[in-house]
């Protein structure tokens, strides 16, 4: 299942680190092949799901690179951020993701002068909410 969203928040600890725009949630149910001999059929049973969430961020300059460092600490990190993604703005009533996960990726790029901050977070545990 995919989602999108046009707006959303990353939080840390409860507090919001960022704004984050086309957002892209991917969900994932995985099935384990169960058949017997002699079946006709594949026979599929439920297994792990698991979550990713790819997005850009508004680049701060005074953060910039702020996600760079967060892929670099994930190893070491105690606690992971929490993505709340929006159908069309940040308006509580508009949610249709929330999951807590880390960040995996981080890129900043500099086309023609301008700064864009992409950024990967991969979920932990199921998703808090889904519309």
Known sequence: MRLQG??????YGGIVIADIYEVSVEI??????????GDDWDVNLPERGNWRITARKYAVI???GYFLTQVAQTPTAQIPVTVVVYQNTADPSTR??????WVT???ISLPKGKIEE???VTGTGPPVYVA
């Open 6 to 11: 046009k707006h959303g928040k990353l939080l």
């Open 28 to 37: 994932n149910a995985g099935v384990e092949e169960a058949s017997a001999w």
């Open 62 to 64: 005074a953060n910039l």
């Open 96 to 101: 249709v993701f929330e999951g807590g996960g």
């Open 105 to 107: 990726k981080g890129d």
């Open 118 to 120: 992409t950024l990967e």
